[in-house]
């Protein structure tokens, strides 16, 4: 599309040092200013990061206009709402956002009757259940990706733990109900010009309850920097391991824990672990009865650059997660050259293919910690074939950049502008 278009952008969570949702919503934007002029509506609390990079490359955000929207009852994701958020007040949470996102919709308005958007998406956060009121204007609506439609499968509960299991079991119950009930996606559904889906999955769910179609985009893509070169292991090095998350039932760690308590003894491995969280405590004292301690090194959070590096020197990335849309760690390692283990669901069962990583069946706790182990020996002793899927890694990654995304969007704006012309030149 060679017409630069006037495009408002809903992004809650937009940052362009943090990964997550953050980094899903500044990587989105970035890649829209390329080909047109947005207007970015966001939290606050980005405003001193957003400033920061676009002082370091101003002609590269010279089309970007960002509107930073105070968060109600001075909410900040540190300290306190972090607790909150991971605790039974976490509605409180919802109902703040609810009321940014009503302040979104009358700046949004504002700002409309000023330029004539030719285009409004809803991009962060990318959960179906609030999309927000800016596609209540009159102009054309986009809303995507979007996530939070698949409940996690009855069968993976146990996986998570006692804790897990009931809170997720909780979430399969309420995310049922407000499909069938929540008036607000129902009328955004039906509103949007074009919807699209971060995962098949997704896009199945989306069919099923609302009966639209919508496109599939990863929601996740790679870093600026990918790396030209694997790295190879050396016949005396030990097997190196990346795991990355934050330390809830839902990302399920002891799987990994376990996997490697049925490895051969003679496995010569270390397992980096990245990110922290309620959980970190019980996990460790769970890694020191399986005998696990000497071989695994807790890093808690640190700066991207310095993650990077961790993952970039292992051999081979491990992802658990049973509830997930892609997951920005999986396309982090692959731009690192770096093949990836992951549940076969998911995100990820769209994103890992036997060129680039290893699916694991996701059956029981047993049969997926004793599959997990064999892959993971397997890998160990096959130097030549895990080289060749970390090549394999850095192939992939292509299919997931930017420039790509951009192209599908561009295609979808460029449908919805063809057909609104032809409609207002009553063709």
């Given amino acids: 599309m060679k017409k630069r278009l006037k495009v408002m952008v809903s992004a809650y969570a937009c940052n362009p040092y943090r990964g997550s949702e953050e980094g899903v919503g500044w990587g989105w934007v970035t890649m829209l200013a390329g080909h047109h002029?947005?207007?970015?509506?966001?939290?606050?609390?980005?405003?001193?990061?957003?400033?920061?990079?676009?002082?370091?490359?101003?002609?590269?955000?010279r089309k970007?206009?960002?509107?930073?929207?105070?968060?109600?009852?001075?909410?900040?994701?540190?300290?306190?709402?972090?607790?909150?958020g991971n605790s039974l007040f976490k509605p409180l949470i919802h109902i703040a956002y609810c009321l940014w996102l009503r302040d979104a919709g009358r700046l949004g308005t504002a700002l409309h009757n000023r330029f004539g958007f030719d285009l409004i998406h809803q991009i962060t956060y990318v959960g179906f259940r609030f999309p927000g009121h800016l596609w209540k204007l009159d102009a054309p609506f986009v809303w995507g990706p979007i996530g939070g439609l698949v409940n996690v499968p009855w069968r993976l509960l146990p996986v998570m733990g006692s804790r897990g299991a009931l809170e997720y079991g909780l979430r399969n119950i309420v995310n049922t109900v407000?499909?069938?009930?929540?008036?607000?996606?129902?009328?955004a559904f039906g509103r949007a010009k074009a919807v699209i889906a971060a995962t098949s999955g997704i896009r199945s769910e989306i069919m099923r309850w609302y009966g639209r179609e919508s496109k599939v985009i990863c929601e996740v893509g790679p870093p600026?920097?990918?790396?030209?070169?694997?790295?190879?292991?050396?016949?005396?090095?030990?097997?190196?391991?990346?795991?990355?998350?934050?330390?809830?039932?839902?990302?399920?760690?002891?799987?990994?824990?376990?996997?490697?308590?049925?490895?051969?003894?003679?496995?010569?491995?270390?397992?980096?672990?990245?990110?922290?969280?309620?959980?970190?405590?019980?996990?460790?004292?769970q890694a020191e009865s399986y005998g696990l301690n000497e071989y695994c090194r807790w890093h808690g959070w640190v700066k991207?650059?310095?993650?990077?590096?961790?993952?970039?020197?292992a051999h081979v990335f491990v992802i658990t997660s049973m509830k997930d849309l892609t997951?920005?760690?999986?396309?982090?390692?692959?731009?690192?050259?770096?093949?990836?283990?992951?549940?076969?669901?998911?995100?990820?069962?769209?994103?890992?293919?036997?060129?680039?990583?290893?699916?694991?069946?996701?059956?029981?706790?047993?049969?997926?910690?004793?599959?997990?182990?064999?892959?993971?020996?397997?890998?160990?002793?096959?130097?030549i074939?895990?080289?060749?899927?970390?090549?394999?890694?850095?192939?992939?990654?292509?299919?997931?950049?930017?420039?790509s995304k951009a192209e599908q969007l561009n295609a979808i704006y460029r449908d919805i502008v063809t057909c609104n012309t032809a409609k207002d030149m009553g063709l």
């Fill in 224 to 285: 600026r920097k990918t790396v030209s070169a694997i790295v190879k292991r050396n016949v005396e090095e030990p097997f190196v391991i990346a795991w990355s998350g934050e330390h809830l039932p839902g990302k399920a760690l002891p799987l990994l824990l376990g996997a490697m308590a049925r490895i051969d003894e003679s496995m010569n491995w270390r397992l980096e672990i990245l990110g922290k969280g309620p959980l970190t405590g019980i996990w460790r004292q």
């Fill in 385 to 403: 074939w895990r080289r060749n899927l970390a090549e394999g890694a850095l192939n992939r990654i292509k299919d997931f950049a930017w420039d």
């Fill in 304 to 313: 991207r650059d310095t993650a990077f590096q961790i993952v970039r020197n």
């Fill in 178 to 187: 407000q499909k069938k009930l929540l008036p607000g996606p129902k009328h």
């Fill in 64 to 84: 970007m206009h960002f509107h930073y929207i105070p968060h109600p009852w001075r909410y900040i994701p540190k300290g306190l709402w972090v607790k909150i």
């Fill in 37 to 61: 002029e947005l207007w970015v509506l966001t939290a606050s609390f980005h405003r001193e990061d957003i400033e920061q990079a676009v002082a370091a490359d101003p002609e590269r955000y």
């Fill in 327 to 383: 997951s920005t760690v999986l396309v982090e390692a692959f731009a690192q050259g770096v093949p990836v283990i992951c549940p076969d669901h998911c995100g990820f069962a769209d994103v890992v293919t036997s060129d680039c990583g290893i699916r694991i069946p996701v059956k029981d706790r047993h049969s997926f910690e004793r599959d997990l182990a064999t892959a993971l020996e397997h890998l160990d002793a096959d130097e």
